[in-house]
């Protein structure tokens, strides 16, 4: 069974999924909930919170009030092998700090792999938590952010006030 509930943020109202007592999904709500992705999947799901759906509130709360600077939330994204082990990466980029799509390819031994990294960064199903907003060009400008550049900028500005 799958849960899911809804957070309103500074960036604007997001959507928690959970599965199996794990994070599954964290995005922004950019159509209207009835046309969301989560509403049409052919598994069983609950419009509910849970205990680990209010704790990602509540860490999410503290993030954007500049109390938090590391989720301790068990997180299981949906994705390619290659995906996860840059998802893992984009973890160990320190809070208020940037790394380039090709430092996170050669962090992950593959270091040709700087277009495939941009690509499991855009398709990161859990925003914020899995900070790809991190994540910019190797001449620091940002680039690519699926919830659009002004948020990212606005996450790393924010990040950099309270770092």
């Known amino acids: 069974m799958k849960f899911f509930d809804y957070y309103k943020s500074p960036l604007g109202n997001m959507v928690i999924l959970e599965e199996d007592n ?3 999904r964290l995005s922004l709500c950019t159509q209207k909930p009835e046309f969301l992705e989560i509403s049409h999947s052919p598994d069983p799901m609950s419009h509910t919170t849970t205990t680990l759906i ?3 509130k509540s860490q999410l709360t503290e993030y954007f009030q500049g109390a938090r600077q590391i989720f301790d939330l068990p997180l299981n994204p949906s994705g390619t092998s290659f995906q996860k082990k840059v998802w893992q990466a984009l ?5 208020g700090q940037t790394r380039s799509y090709k430092e996170i390819a ?9 277009r495939a990294v941009g690509m499991a960064n855009n398709r ?6 899995i900070p790809c907003h991190r994540v910019i060009g190797s001449n620091g400008t940002l680039v690519g952010y699926a919830g659009g550049l ?3 900028e606005w996450l790393l500005e924010h990040e950099k006030g309270h770092g």
Do not use: R, V
Not at 91 to 95: A, D, K, M, T
Not at 106 to 114: Q, R, S, T
């Open 91 to 95: 973890c160990q980029i320190p809070y």
């Open 54 to 56: 209010e704790n990602a």
């Open 150 to 152: 002004d948020i990212k």
């Open 124 to 129: 990161n199903p859990i925003m914020l938590i």
């Open 22 to 24: 794990a994070i599954i």
């Open 106 to 114: 050669l962090a992950i031994d593959n270091p040709k792999g700087c």
